[in-house]
């Protein structure tokens, strides 16, 4: 079965509106005609007005970084999937390494979030990885399995379609590290085992698998050009149009 890949940014906490509204003009004309991938921007929910006006008309796909699992309520500082929705975002990305460290988001939380993105018809982006202790000692397959299993808890095979995954080792973000080629597909390879063992073949077959942690114009090719490797998750590298509209035509 052929993936689309899905090349995605996530600006984490950076650029204000006037910086999000020229990159988007700028970038645009970049990726004018690129079919071959999906691609999808995550800015701040502060953002997301302007990035989904400046990019209208175009497929670029706009999501958030963070939803709340519940639909509405006394949750200060969060945003709900319909105000998400009402102002035209459709992707989200759930259970980032930053928000597991930072914000104690657990797997049982990642859960909850994603019962509520597929409840609403949003393309999920569930991140899994393990930090660096995890793989010195030899515990990366379990905590991928771990984190999977505990994500997709209660989903189902027929809800399952519209999520994505993307293994990102924490020890890769931000720090310049990049997993090899041969890291990467050995993890997206356990992962996908485990979405089979909990969904089945045909799921485990369709669901895409990207790679983020460093990944820059000059590795992007060697990475995405994988067979196993359905994308990637650009943190640095996508805040600058040209160096994101680099790691898109890789
Ligand atoms: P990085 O971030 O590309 O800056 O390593 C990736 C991510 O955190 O999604």
Same mark, same amino acid.
């Given at each position: 079965?052929?993936?689309?890949?899905?090349?995605?940014?996530?600006?984490?906490?950076?650029?204000?509106?006037?910086?999000?509204?020229?990159?988007?003009?700028?970038?645009?004309?970049?990726?004018?005609?690129?079919?071959? /991938?999906?691609?999808?921007?995550?800015?701040?929910?502060?953002?997301?007005?302007?990035?989904?006006?400046?990019?209208?008309?175009?497929?670029?796909?706009?999501?958030?970084?963070?939803?709340?699992?519940?639909? #509405?309520?006394?949750?200060?500082?969060?945003?709900?999937?319909?105000?998400?929705?009402?102002?035209?975002?459709?992707?989200?990305?759930?259970?980032?390494?930053?928000?597991?460290?930072?914000?104690? #988001?657990? /797997?049982?939380?990642?859960?909850?979030?994603?019962?509520?993105?597929?409840?609403?018809?949003?393309?999920?982006?569930?991140?899994?990885?393990?930090?660096?202790?995890?793989?010195?000692?030899?515990?990366?397959?379990?905590?991928?399995?771990?984190?999977?299993?505990?994500?997709?808890?209660?989903?189902?095979?027929?809800?399952?379609?519209?999520?994505?995954?993307?293994?990102?080792?924490?020890?890769?973000?931000?720090?310049?590290?990049?997993?090899?080629?041969?890291?990467?597909?050995?993890?997206?390879?356990?992962?996908?085992?485990?979405?089979?063992?909990?969904?089945?073949?045909?799921?485990?077959?369709?669901?895409?698998?990207?790679?983020?942690?460093?990944?820059?114009? /000059?590795?992007?090719?060697?990475?995405?050009?994988? #067979?196993?490797?359905?994308?990637?998750?650009?943190?640095?590298?996508?805040?600058?149009?040209?160096?994101?509209?680099?790691?898109?035509?890789?």
């Amino acid at each position: 079965m052929s993936r689309k890949a899905l090349i995605a940014a996530n600006w984490k906490m950076f650029k204000t509106p006037a910086e999000a509204k020229a990159f988007v003009d700028a970038f645009l004309p970049l990726v004018a005609g690129h079919d071959r /991938d999906k691609i999808a921007l995550f800015p701040s929910p502060v953002l997301l007005p302007t990035v989904i006006a400046a990019a209208k008309g175009s497929k670029v796909a706009i999501g958030a970084q963070n939803i709340h699992f519940a639909e #509405e309520g006394a949750f200060t500082g969060e945003t709900s999937v319909g105000q998400l929705k009402a102002v035209g975002g459709t992707h989200t990305l759930i259970g980032h390494s930053e928000r597991r460290q930072y914000f104690g #988001e657990t /797997d049982e939380i990642v859960n909850k979030k994603l019962h509520t993105a597929l409840k609403h018809g949003l393309v999920p982006v569930v991140c899994v990885g393990e930090v660096l202790a995890e793989r010195e000692s030899g515990k990366t397959a379990d905590v991928l399995k771990k984190q999977i299993a505990g994500a997709f808890a209660g989903i189902t095979a027929e809800a399952a379609a519209p999520i994505v995954i993307a293994y990102e080792p924490v020890w890769a973000i931000g720090t310049g590290k990049t997993a090899t080629p041969e890291i990467a597909v050995d993890a997206h390879k356990i992962i996908r085992a485990e979405v089979a063992k909990l969904l089945g073949p045909a799921v485990a077959a369709g669901i895409r698998i990207l790679y983020g942690g460093s990944v820059k114009p /000059d590795n992007a090719k060697t990475l995405i050009g994988q #067979e196993e490797i359905d994308g990637a998750l650009v943190g640095g590298a996508s805040l600058k149009p040209d160096s994101f509209a680099a790691i898109v035509k890789y």
